[in-house]
């Protein structure tokens, strides 16, 4: 990787594995420009960051076309205009690391050089009539002219024909196939076998099968500790609020302790009594 290019510290999807190979991302920037026939692997550089929000996105990509174009993609499967905020946020960033590397000086008066921008969702989830481009003028503020606007395009269609729809295909067969045998390790190599036998990701699967199964799985246990960590924040909050309720309830005086909890099931006649010793104590 070239010097002052930032590393990858987060883990593989398929999505970054895939274009994390330059003749492959090669391949995406001729999806998305088709007219332009003369761009080689060596003009095009991942520039792709941590994600700005959170650490465990996996489908971020960041790339640069020479010094004339800079080009960030995100893949989702859910949808929401909070993307465009997302983008926006990446895109700053990915300018802040940009004028770093070419130690261009914001506070000079010499107007800094800085590559057009271009923001692209790639939709692989269902939903139906899908927006072609989506802005932050027009899904937050009404269409108003603000200080600062955003606007991303989205690629949603399912086709042989590009690396894009290709990835489209395979994520929605594997939505399919994981539909049918949950987070298994069967659910992956289904969703391989199909995508080999139509021709989708072909050569890309032949090459890196054991890969992209370890790195499936890895995000299934991934995915299993975050449902684990988001129920002991849910059980934790609704724990305080029933405590707090409980308070309440016991101060006042006009309820036994039986009554409250029914009137508060997350917490057990035992723990009452606790709480109840504890306010008299206070009290």
């Not at 503020?141 to 395979?170: P, R, S």
């Amino acid at each position: 990787m070239a010097e002052g290019i930032p590393k990858r510290k987060i883990k593989d999807s398929v999505f970054t594995n895939l274009f994390q190979d330059k003749k492959y991302l090669l391949q995406l920037y001729q999806a998305l420009h088709p007219e332009d026939n003369n761009v080689t692997e060596d003009e095009i550089k991942d520039i792709t960051i941590k994600h700005v929000l959170i650490d465990a996105d996996y489908n971020d990509l960041g790339f640069s076309v020479g010094d004339r174009l800079m080009v960030l993609v995100e893949s989702q499967s859910t949808w929401t205009f909070n993307i465009i905020i997302r983008a926006l946020m990446y895109l700053i960033q990915t300018y802040h690391n940009y004028f770093k590397r070419t130690n261009q000086n914001l506070y000079g008066s010499k107007k800094v050089n800085m590559p057009k921008p271009e923001l692209y969702v790639i939709f692989t989830g269902d939903r139906k009539n899908i927006p072609e481009t989506i802005s932050l003028s027009k899904e937050f503020f009404d269409g108003a002219k603000i200080a600062i606007d955003a606007e991303v395009k989205v690629l949603y269609q399912e086709t042989k024909e590009d690396i894009i729809g290709q990835y489209i295909i395979f994520s929605k067969v594997y939505n399919e196939q994981r539909t049918q045998y949950g987070n298994t390790k069967q659910a992956i190599t289904e969703t391989i076998r199909i995508c080999k036998n139509r021709d989708i990701l072909k050569e890309y699967l032949e090459s890196k099968e054991q890969e992209v199964v370890d790195m499936m799985m890895t995000l299934f246990d991934d995915e299993q500790i975050l449902k684990a960590y988001t129920k002991d924040i849910e059980d934790s909050t609704a724990k305080e609020t029933a405590r707090e309720t409980a308070e309440k309830l016991i101060k006042k005086g006009k309820m036994s302790l039986d009554e409250i909890a029914d009137c508060v099931p997350a917490l057990s006649l035992d723990e009452l009594k606790i709480i109840e010793a504890e306010v008299l104590q206070l009290t």
